[in-house]
Nanobody
Framework: QVQLVESGGGLVQAGGSLRLSCAAS???????MGWFRQAPGKEREFVSA????????VYADAVKGRFTVSRDNAKNTVYLQMDSLKPEDTAVYYC????????????????????WGQGTQVTVSS
């Protein structure tokens, strides 16, 4: 049984930082992982992805240079370090698992991710 559990969300002022974690069970190190977010009234959007070994990463333009994805396969955990947060980053953030690492042109496709976490709320105040 695969489970993904996000944590680390919260309320932060603009310019602040948060670190999200996604703890996985049921197989982790052989899969690429992604982060998505969904704001109220908007579609779920791709944020970042990381390859199984952590050597390759992809970021959405909206977060490039501010967010950093990483993983610790010994702990079955993937992280999303979010710095210089903006009010427009406010959303529920989800981690998800996929078989193969994606490229900047394919990471957005939610159908390629087979398991999703329940999400963690991030709210950035202005």
């Amino acid at each position: 049984q695969v489970q993904l559990v996000e944590s680390g969300g919260g309320l932060v002022q603009a310019g602040g930082s948060l670190r999200l974690s996604c703890a996985a069970s049921g197989g982790f190190s052989i899969y690429a992982m992604g982060w998505f977010r969904q704001a109220p009234g908007k579609e779920r959007e791709f944020v970042s992805a990381i390859s199984r070994g952590g050597s390759r990463t992809v970021y959405a333009d909206a977060v490039k240079g501010r967010f950093t994805v990483s993983r610790d396969n010994a702990k079955n955990t993937v992280y999303l370090q979010m710095d210089s947060l903006k009010p427009e980053d406010t959303a529920v953030y989800y981690c998800a698992r996929r078989d193969m690492m994606c490229s900047v042109n394919t990471c957005y496709d939610v159908s390629k991710y087979d398991y999703w976490g329940q999400g963690t709320q991030v709210t950035v105040s202005s």
